[in-house]
Structures are given as C-alpha cells and as structure tokens.
C-alpha cells in the first residue's frame, strides 16, 4: 500500500503565498511523476504542476511565474510552492504520483496515487 498525506492549506488573502506539501509512505520502490491538480468547486480537475523525477517541470499558463514545484527524492515529498495568489486559485488541491511498488509474489507495478486533498482559499 501506498499513501500520500498532503499538508499546508488553509485561508490566505489574495497576493499572499502559501506552501503545500505531499510525502509518500507506504511499499516505494521509486517515485516516477509528482504533481498537482486542483478542483474548483463545479469545474473539473485540473493539472497545476509535474515534476518528473529527473526534476524536468511543467505548469498550467494560469500558475506560470507564480507556482513552483519541487521534490525531495529522499524524503519522497513534493512541494508547491504558491505566491501571488489570485481568488481563481480558490479549489481542493490533490496530490498525485506513479509509483513503482513490489507484488506480493514477486515483481512489480507501477500505481497511480492521489492524496485526499487539501483546501486552498483565496480572499480577495
């Protein structure tokens, strides 16, 4: 089994910054992927930022020059660090990641994880 327990949301006034983190326990062999994706209510998720284990990157248009990802591969924890905030950031933010993890007989798979979300609001 494997687990993502996110942590950093809250309320925040609108230009003010937050930092989300996510850490991943449970049977890992390797992390490949980590992201963000966020939900407003009555819209669909969306991506907001990846970062691939080489530390390659990539961010929604609407997050570009103010959300950065990062990750520590030893603590198996991704980050998003978020500034500027707009109200439109407003959503549930959910943490994602592909796991390569062991089989209980021999071998491997890779899981595709999600954390419960954690929720973002934006005053402005």
């Known amino acids: 089994q494997v687990q993502l327990v996110e942590s950093g949301g809250g309320l925040v006034q609108a230009e003010g910054s937050l930092r989300l983190s996510c850490a991943a326990s449970?049977?890992?062999?390797?992390?490949?992927?980590m992201g963000w994706f966020r939900q407003a209510p009555g819209k669909e998720r969306e991506l907001v930022a990846r970062i691939m284990s080489g530390g390659n990157t990539n961010y929604a248009d609407s997050v570009k020059g103010r959300f950065t990802i990062s990750r520590d591969n030893a603590k198996n924890t991704v980050y998003l660090q978020m500034d500027s905030l707009k109200p439109e950031d407003t959503a549930v933010y959910y943490c994602?990641?592909?796991?390569?993890?062991?089989?209980?007989?021999?071998?491997?798979?890779?899981?595709?994880?999600w954390g419960q979300g954690t929720l973002v609001t934006v005053s402005s």
């Open positions: 994602n990641a592909n796991v390569k993890t062991p089989r209980t007989s021999y071998g491997y798979r890779y899981l595709e994880v």
């Open positions: 449970g049977s890992i062999l390797s992390i490949n992927n």
